[in-house]
């Protein structure tokens, strides 16, 4: 795909997406499987209805073809909204919340409770965060930006704006402090 020239150090969502599939999430499988060996090291064994942690693209495999169900992390739940809101920094939650989230409501809709007001609450979530990144950027100086607890794809959606900011910045603060007259050491 052709992108342009200020988008070409960032990530596509889908390869934000493929590097958050990596992510470990607990599923309880429906089937007995022996020690799955896979290039990343053995998963396994899985036995019925103890728990057991996988990568989340194998969860997302797993799922669809009905051999587990995935128990819906922590972090996805009604109020973490309400804590975006009451706090002036980013809240923490997982670096690929974003990613992890839609594949999980997308796959497994029916193992997370509440669903349809999770999306919502997450639509509403990523907006106030949005709002937040554009506050901590009006604040920008040519040294650095603090913003902590940002996800991966937030940081790439600014990375683009962030560098080509910071550069001009840079450039400006540089050019300021050349064209100051400099402090003779003379003595008189």
Known sequence: ???????????????????????KIYIIPKVKFAKMNFIQGKIG??????????????????????????????WLNVGKQEEEEKNEEFSKLPFHYMELSQMLLETASDDIPNAEQIRKLLKDLRETRQAKSRA???????????????????INEIRPFFTRAFNEMRKLNSNQSSDQPQASSQTF
């Open 136 to 154: 901590g950027l009006d604040v920008l100086d040519d040294k650095w930006l603090g913003m902590n607890n940002l996800s991966l794809m937030e």
């Open 45 to 74: 064994p899985f036995q019925p209805p103890l728990s057991i942690e996988v990568p989340t693209w194998l969860a997302l495999l797993l799922k669809k073809n009905d051999k587990c169900t995935i128990v819906c992390p922590d």
């Open 1 to 23: 795909m052709a992108l342009p020239r200020t988008h070409h150090t960032s990530f596509t969502p889908n390869e934000i997406e493929y590097i958050a599939g990596n992510e």
